[in-house]
């Protein structure tokens, strides 16, 4: 029998120090941060401005550590990192394509409906990207979450989920984790996209065993917010008074049918670009196909045309109705 130094066995010093987090562990974690973020942030981090997010922030990663210190729970095994490949990169960053084209189809929908709390959320955002400088934005909203929220839910909340879980069924875990992930963003008009990103980012992990790919994946997703409603904001701040009316499009409370049309009809390329950039990412994975279309698998294509076919005849049928019936926002 090996002994330490201390006399102890090393086996069942190693027994020790690997323990998994149970359930509880990730339910602490969470309550813990909820704290910090809805209660706490309000009166301690809100006036500090753009430093107090990324004081909010980071503290997430001081109540995980705490907490896998005190579960005495492997690091390593909570935060898997390996050496990403560029096959697998790209992979991720095609789904995010598809997803992001069907999270903008399905906003635009919403917007709709609830033309009032999407436009409130929207003219929020706006407000709070104002004035800051393009890196501190980039490094608070794009960066720094995509370390930040992922080593706290599909780290420590997501594995506590999948060794703590009575279930068998790991889709309950990867939908648990990223409803939660949703909820934590607040309003409702957020929560979706956000939680259906949650959820492909809990398959990542578990697909790949990688924390890299789904920071990747998260960081990009923010990035992509962060350019949009920052060039935006400079395009329309460079107009001449003459036409500084079209900041009435950051304004709307109206979204045109026509707009809603064009968003549905471009998510058609969404299934294509998830299938395709899902079958990437397991690229040389042990056991999964060598083919992007197994052979006698027709159901796949048939499925990727069937549903593109009606996004695409869908989108098309509202743009053109829309541009008939929706008055234009712009009268320049």
């Not at 069924?169 to 939908?175: A, F, G, L």
Request: net charge neutral; hydrophobic share 55%; with cysteine.
């Amino acid at each position: 029998m090996k002994m330490s130094p201390a006399g102890k066995d090393v086996t069942e010093m190693d027994t020790e120090v690997k323990r998994s987090l149970k359930l509880w562990h990730g339910i602490v974690a969470l309550i813990v941060s909820a704290v910090l973020i809805f209660i706490a942030a309000p009166y301690i981090f809100a006036p500090l401005g753009i430093w107090g997010s990324l004081l909010g922030e980071w503290l997430l990663v001081v109540v995980c550590i705490a907490v896998i210190r005190f579960a005495k729970a492997d690091v390593r095994d909570i935060f898997p990192l390996k050496t990403p490949r560029v096959v697998n990169s790209i992979g991720v960053v095609m789904m995010w394509i598809g997803v992001m084209l069907l999270e903008m189809a399905l906003l635009c929908v919403i917007a709709v409906f609830f033309p009032e709390q999407f436009f409130g959320v929207q003219s929020g955002m706006q407000d709070q990207f104002m004035g800051i400088p393009l890196g501190m934005l980039v490094l608070v909203v794009a960066v720094t979450p995509a370390i930040c929220e992922e080593v706290l839910f599909r780290g420590v909340f997501l594995n506590s989920l999948e060794r703590g879980g009575w279930w068998k069924n790991r889709w309950i875990s990867v939908v648990i984790c990223g409803l939660v992930f949703g909820m934590f963003h607040g309003d409702w008009i957020r929560m979706i996209p956000t939680a259906i990103a949650g959820i492909v980012m809990s398959y990542l992990l578990l697909e790949t065993g990688n924390l890299f790919y789904n920071c990747l994946f998260h960081f990009v997703n923010n990035l992509f917010s962060v350019l949009s409603v920052y060039f935006v904001q400079q395009i329309f701040s460079q107009l001449p008074p003459e036409l500084n009316q079209g900041t009435e499009l950051l304004e709307s409370t109206q979204m045109p049918l026509a707009t809603v049309g064009l968003y549905v009809f471009l998510s058609a390329a969404a299934p294509a670009c998830i299938y395709i950039g899902n079958y990437l990412m397991h690229s040389k994975a042990a056991g999964y196909r060598k083919k992007l279309f197994p052979s006698k698998r027709a159901d796949i294509v048939i499925t990727l045309i069937a549903v593109s076919g009606i996004l695409f005849l869908s989108g098309l049928v509202i743009m053109i109705y829309g541009m008939f019936v929706s008055p234009p926002i712009l009268s320049l």
